[in-house]
Structures are given as structure tokens and as C-alpha cells.
């Protein structure tokens, strides 16, 4: 599947279980092969860093390839004294909902940090 069809297919099949710190996944066998062939390419490299950096790539290429849908509020004029419409599509909600969950991750990180420190 490509990552600009994942908006799509979490759309249409939206729901199932979340987990609660760790991920752990399961490849597609040619999947696996590929993360194996990068392995044996970049040796240097562990299979979790690659895994990290492609899901990195793969969520950034996400977050640029979300439609954008103009709103009707006027936010801004480009070098043409055009207006620029706020984003009513999935970006400014994807971008609000990151940020909410990496201030509980850094919440939790801290916490974490502290307690270790006080042991």
C-alpha cells in the first residue's frame, strides 16, 4: 500500500485497539524482505533505527500529502496580494493532535526522568 492511499484506508476502516507504550508489528513477508535487504546494506545501521527512520520519512510524507481543503476565513495573502484560505482538511487536526500527544510524551518523559533521578 502506498502512504498517499492510508488516508483513505483509515478512513474507511477506522477503528481497533490501541497499545500502550511499545509497538510491535508484523510484516508483510516482502516487507520483511526489504527491511532485511537494507539491513544487508547498511549494516551499521540496527533494524530498529531503519524501521524508525522509514516510519519517520513515511509519517512526513503522510502529513505533506493530506489534501488541503480551503476554508472560508481569509488567513493570509500571498506575494500577489491573493488571499490564502485556512486549511479546513485533515492537516490542521493531524497537526493539533500531534502536538497534544508530544506534550503528554514529554509530560511522561519528565516524570519518568524525575523518578529515576530520585531512586
Same mark, same amino acid.
Given at each position: 500500500?502506498?502512504?498517499?492511499n492510508? @488516508?483513505?484506508h483509515?478512513?474507511?476502516?477506522?477503528? +481497533? +485497539? =490501541?497499545?500502550?507504550a511499545?509497538?510491535?508489528v508484523?510484516?508483510? &513477508? *516482502?516487507d520483511?524482505a526489504?527491511?532485511?535487504? =537494507?539491513?544487508?546494506?547498511?549494516?551499521?545501521?540496527?533494524? #530498529? *533505527?531503519? @524501521?524508525?527512520d522509514? =516510519?519517520? /520519512?513515511a509519517?512526513?510524507?503522510? !502529513? +505533506?500529502?493530506l489534501?488541503y481543503?480551503?476554508?472560508? %476565513?481569509? @488567513?493570509s !495573502?500571498d506575494e500577489?496580494?491573493d488571499?490564502?484560505?485556512?486549511?479546513?482538511?485533515q492537516?490542521?487536526r =493531524?497537526l493539533a &493532535?500531534s502536538?497534544?500527544? &508530544? %506534550?503528554r510524551?514529554? /509530560?511522561?518523559?519528565m516524570?519518568? !526522568? #524525575?523518578? /529515576?533521578e530520585?531512586?
Amino acid at each position: 500500500m502506498k502512504v498517499s492511499n492510508l @488516508i483513505q484506508h483509515w478512513e474507511q476502516h477506522a477503528g +481497533g +485497539g =490501541l497499545t500502550e507504550a511499545s509497538y510491535s508489528v508484523r510484516l508483510p &513477508l *516482502e516487507d520483511a524482505a526489504k527491511l532485511a535487504a =537494507l539491513h544487508e546494506m547498511f549494516p551499521k545501521k540496527r533494524t #530498529e *533505527e531503519l @524501521i524508525t527512520d522509514l =516510519l519517520h /520519512a513515511a509519517l512526513n510524507e503522510l !502529513e +505533506g500529502g493530506l489534501p488541503y481543503v480551503p476554508g472560508s %476565513r481569509i @488567513i493570509s !495573502e500571498d506575494e500577489q496580494g491573493d488571499p490564502l484560505y485556512e486549511d479546513e482538511g485533515q492537516t490542521p487536526r =493531524l497537526l493539533a &493532535l500531534s502536538q497534544k500527544h &508530544l %506534550r503528554r510524551l514529554k /509530560a511522561e518523559q519528565m516524570k519518568s !526522568e #524525575e523518578t /529515576a533521578e530520585a531512586s
